[in-house]
């Protein structure tokens, strides 16, 4: 209750070496969006105990587009005094509100930075993702992995396709090279070093 | 002899500032040390490709006719450095509308910033980063607070997009004397002469006009 779940999510995050991915948490996640749902259970709650001058005041700094109701003019309307109306029931609700927010920011950083460090190793890896290792491959989500060749696709529509991306690595020239087996070869280290396993 | 041949090593600097390959140089640098994207040199990159595919062709044609290989290899270092130049650039506008995409669509003038093909890129990237939060996040949370770029539906502002930090300091050099405003509007009016070739470590949104209209260069 009130973000102990959530904040243990970046935590989480950070205990791992700096970008390295560690395997998804989805227990700790599954457990904060529980948290959420009871939050909003309790603000539910909370919200229909209030008296309606309360109610008014409340929804219009908080819940007025939940309730579809201009609430501002019908509080001038009927006089109310606003900082009066304030009680635990409002509070309550408000500090519901912000635990729920705070898990949001929290689970949203932690899927986040995971697709940052995903999409890093897609930029160095490129479409041999699904030549990774499996030690690797375990600690991605199906969501993350699809994550890895989506954005390489749009970097090809950039540069256009293939040919284009040759031209980013060898320019425009038509040259090959064929390698046999215990050859040996003078080249460029820029060239070579695709090729060292 | 002496004042001729200053003039001459002046009017070669200047020269050999405003070719392609210095200018791509530089907008690579300013590019690498801004903390935010900076308006696409379209004209530039067409330009530099242009010379990257001639040089090649004249490369080919090297090897051909025999010329000698050493020298064929020194166009072919040029022609590396060149290649270089053009993809790091290209590259670090990619990562950086990678990390404030949503940012990057916001506003007409951001958008501005971005060639058409980085618009696609920017909108397709921020597109599958939306799917992926709503598959993993949003729909799992209450209604009202399922949106990708606010915390929930009462947010006045969209506090949920990462933007680039423009009170970053960096390093610059002033290319020529000027007058520079230390303050935005209505802030403050004090100013600070500039001068040409003096090196300065201020804050990027201070000099963030005069790196755009070219008064001063990020190092």
Redesign the interface.
Known sequence: MYGRKGYQLPKDFASGEKGHLKPFNSKLFDET?EE??QN?HLIQFLIRHLSLSICIYFTNK?????EGVDVTRKMEQEGLDVHNNRNADHYGALVH?LS??HN??C??AY??NR?DIV?DLAWRVGLELLDLPPEIQDKL?T??K??LQ??FC??Q???GKSRNRVE?RY???KRTTNFTRHSMHFL?R?DAELYIA | MASSSDMGSADFESLSSTSDVELLKRAWRNEKAAPEILPYEGDLVERAKGQIELVEENIEAYVENGIDPLVVSLYQMDLDRTQFLLRSYLRVRLLKIEKFMFHSLKSEEAESRLSEQEKVFARRCADDLAKHFEESVLRKLPENYQSVLKQSLISEVDDMVPEPHLDTFVACRSKSHFTLNLYEEGESTQTEEMYRGDLYFIRYKIVKGAIESGKMDLI
């Open positions: 969006i959420c749902d909003h908080v819940f007025c587009l939940i509100h729920l927010i949001k920011r689970l949203m899927v986040h697709a999409r989500t969501l993350e699809r994550v989506e954005p749009s970097y529509i950039v540069h980013c320019g425009a020239s460029k820029t």
